[in-house]
């Protein structure tokens, strides 16, 4: 079945650890690509997209996302996490070819220890 | 510029009984989307309006669920009957028009008991 997997689930780092969170996803052909990040408290927000261009984007708050069409990846990167990033990170899939929906992965929750 | 609102932000109701979810979208935004999450799991689509139309509703779990959006501007998502599996996170997102980039609201989390 068409899916996107985040096989990180749960994540514990140290302050100015490096992260990198990875997702795959399953549609072929031509898709958007999102990661959404939910602070305590708050609500989703996105953190970074890509369309088409550069594989490498970046996103709010120092993160950077690769995109790999070989591979079928778009994983987060952020090469010195904060306190502040504790937070559950979702990436996004849209397969453009017919819909505008977004389909998520199961996200991974991040816990930043000073 | 205020963002996406969803009411209420807590709903706890007995099986059976019948639920309203309100969305009021970024103002100007034609796509209006519903999503839900149940505990765990990932987040899922339900449905998706364009202005006052339902473009996709491939994700609607059954006929409990009706999603309505008068005139195109906010919309109400109803549940009737609840039942257990009903309980999780009900998102709303909006969108402008030819944009893939969805704003999400706060959530409306359901339980049912």
């Known amino acids: 079945a068409q899916s996107v997997s985040q096989h990180n689930h749960h994540v514990i780092l140290s302050e100015a650890a490096s992260l990198e969170l990875g997702c795959n996803y399953s549609?072929?052909?031509?898709?958007?690509l999102f990661w959404y990040v939910q602070y305590p408290g708050q609500h989703l927000q996105l953190l970074l997209k890509?369309?088409?261009?550069?594989?490498l984007v970046k996103g709010i708050k120092g993160f950077e996302a690769e995109f790999i069409k070989s591979k079928f990846s778009f994983n987060l990167r952020k090469p010195s996490v904060q306190w502040s990033d504790t937070a559950e990170y979702f990436c996004a899939v849209n397969p453009s070819y017919n819909t505008d929906k977004l389909i998520f992965g199961t996200g991974t929750r991040l816990q930043v220890f000073p | 510029e205020a963002g996406v609102t969803q009411f209420p932000s807590h709903s706890v109701i007995e099986k059976g009984q019948t639920v309203t979810l309100r969305c009021d979208p970024i103002s100007g935004h034609d796509n209006l989307y519903w999503y839900r999450r149940v505990m765990g799991k990932e987040i899922k689509f339900l449905l998706h309006f364009v202005k006052e139309s339902k473009q996709d509703e491939s994700g609607m779990p059954n006929n409990r669920f009706l999603a309505e959006r008068t005139g195109g501007t906010y919309s109400t998502l109803k549940v009737q009957p609840a039942e257990l599996e009903d309980s999780g996170v009900y998102f709303c997102a909006s969108s402008p028009a030819l944009s893939y980039e969805q704003y999400f609201g706060p959530g409306t989390r359901l339980t049912v008991t």
């Open positions: 890509y369309f088409s261009g550069d594989p």
């Open positions: 549609y072929g052909g031509t898709v958007n």
